[in-house]
Nanobody, 128 residues
Framework: QVQLVESGGGSVQSGGSLRLSCVISGIPIDTICLAWFRRAPQKAREGVAGIHRSGAIGYSDFVKGRVTISRDDAKETLYLQMNSLKPDDTAMYYC??????????????????????WGQGTQVTVSS
């Protein structure tokens, strides 16, 4: 069983930056596909960015150019650097994992069905 613990959320003004972290345990980080998702109030959860075990990366169109997903294998940690934040980015952000990438994620915009394990989330609030 993979455990995922997110941190780094908070409240920022429009145009600000945050870096989210997700510590992974239970399996080596380089054997799994990882992604960030978000759920805004009264909206469905949506993919933000993903990274395949090979290192291939994909972003959703609404964050391209503003966020960077990265992985530190030594620290067993996934990151999401978010810049130029907008009020529309306000949401609960979740880290997700699929051990050995068996559910089909290949490096594009991540989809929920491609990930099995989920963290509890970290709240990001952007004010105008």
């Amino acid at each position: 069983q993979v455990q995922l613990v997110e941190s780094g959320g908070g409240s920022v003004q429009s145009g600000g930056s945050l870096r989210l972290s997700c510590v992974i345990s239970g399996i080596p980080i380089d054997t799994i596909c990882l992604a960030w998702f978000r759920r805004a109030p009264q909206k469905a959860r949506e993919g933000v960015a993903g990274i395949h075990r090979s290192g291939a990366i994909g972003y959703s169109d609404f964050v391209k150019g503003r966020v960077t997903i990265s992985r530190d294998d030594a620290k067993e940690t996934l990151y999401l650097q978010m810049n130029s934040l907008k009020p529309d980015d306000t949401a609960m952000y979740y880290c997700a994992a699929d051990p050995y990438c068996v559910l089909g994620y290949s490096g594009g915009n991540p989809r929920e069905a491609e990930f099995r394990d989920w963290g509890q989330g970290t709240q990001v609030t952007v004010s105008s």
